[in-house]
């Protein structure tokens, strides 16, 4: 079974930092792209950094340029978001997606999706 699984998130205070990862089981990360996505209560899911299979990224977030930086880790089948400086605005369920191709801001080009982790900055 072809499955992505998020780990990592919580409650933090603003200010705080988070690590997400993004598990494959099934399949092999090495050959796609991965996406970070999240969705705030009430708001429409929006990409938020993407990392291609060559392992350079894009941001579609401005919010969180400076802030938020991709990698991955291909010998452990697995992708990070790291997270600083946290704001209560990022508060957020936090999905990553695999594609084969280019990244893309977009929900539709994503084949697998994971169940999305929550990130909770409040004080």
């Known amino acids: 079974q072809l499955q992505l699984v998020e780990s990592g998130g919580g409650l933090v205070q603003p200010g705080g930092s988070l690590r997400l990862s993004c598990s494959a089981s099934g399949f092999i990360l090495d050959y796609y792209t991965i996406g970070w996505f999240r969705q705030a209560l009430g708001k429409e899911r929006e990409g938020v950094l993407c990392i291609s299979s060559s392992g350079s990224s894009t941001n579609y977030a401005d919010s969180v340029k400076g802030r938020f930086t991709i990698s991955r880790d291909n010998a452990k089948n697995t992708v990070y978001l790291k997270m600083n400086s946290l704001k209560p605005e990022d508060t957020a369920v936090y999905y990553c997606?695999?594609?084969?191709?280019?990244?893309?801001?977009?929900?539709?080009?994503?084949?697998?999706w994971g169940q999305g982790t929550q990130v909770t900055v409040s004080s």
């Open positions: 997606a695999a594609l084969t191709g280019y990244c893309s801001p977009y929900m539709s080009p994503y084949k697998y």
